[in-house]
Every structure is written in C-alpha cells, then in structure tokens.
C-alpha cells in the first residue's frame, strides 16, 4: 500500500451545478501499485446498514464528482471506488442497485466482500 488517508482527509469538494461546492464523503482513500502500475481508490465501507435510497444516493454523488472533473484536474485520475460489504448477499443487492445507474455509473464501482476486498485491491480491481 502506498496512500491509505481515512475520512475526513479523503473527502473531496466538488462544484455544483449551482455554482456551489458539495462534498464527496469516501470512508477512505488508497493507492496502491502492482507491478508497474498504481491504482486508487475511494473505499465505501458498507455494513448493510442503508437502505436502498441512501445506496443510490449515495453512488449518484460519485458520479456527479466524477462528471465535474474536478478530482481528475487536482490528481490526475478518478479513483475507482471499491464498496466492501460483509456478504454476498449484500454485494448482489449493491450490484443491482449499481445497474440501474445512468449509463457507464457503474463502471466507477467495484464491489467485494469483506473476504475478497484486499486481494481484489492488490490486483487492481480485476474482477
């Protein structure tokens, strides 16, 4: 691991389309490299807690960051966001939550179990 900064140091502000700032709220942010190659991430520690809206909301508000570019312009990347969940079952509901988002949503989201989330980090996101 090269970066680990937990919240509220990983949050990032982002403008709104009001002229605004909001805030993305990430749990924490990670860099990590395999290989030649570096990767970060925004990490989403999930407890199966929130309901559905919350979830949605939630991820809509990554997508609105990332949209903005203002993440992209301060680091050069958007980092993905890897939501850790305690099971399965929890990760198959956040898939198809993710589903439903605008086109290409999904494609910031990477999700795993509790079981699956560092070796998933450490090989970059493949899944």
Do not use: H
């Not at 502000?13 to 605004?20: E, I, L, R, S, V």
């Not at 520690?45 to 508000?61: N, S």
């Not at 939550?97 to 079981?115: K, N, Y």
């Amino acid at each position: 691991m090269l970066a680990f900064d937990p919240e509220p140091g990983c949050w990032r502000p982002y403008p709104n389309p009001y002229g605004g700032l909001e805030t993305l709220k990430p749990d924490a942010y990670v860099r990590t490299a395999s290989g030649d190659y570096e990767d970060s991430w925004f990490v989403e520690i999930d407890l199966d807690t929130e309901g559905r809206a919350t979830i949605t909301a939630k991820a809509e508000r990554y997508i609105d960051c990332f949209q903005t570019s203002a993440v992209q312009k301060n680091e050069g990347v958007f980092p993905r966001t890897i939501w850790i969940t305690p099971t399965e079952k929890r990760a198959r509901l956040l898939r198809e939550i993710f589903a439903r988002l605008p086109e290409g949503g999904a494609r910031l989201f990477v999700i795993a179990t509790d079981a699956e989330a560092v070796s998933l980090l450490v090989a970059g996101g493949a899944q």
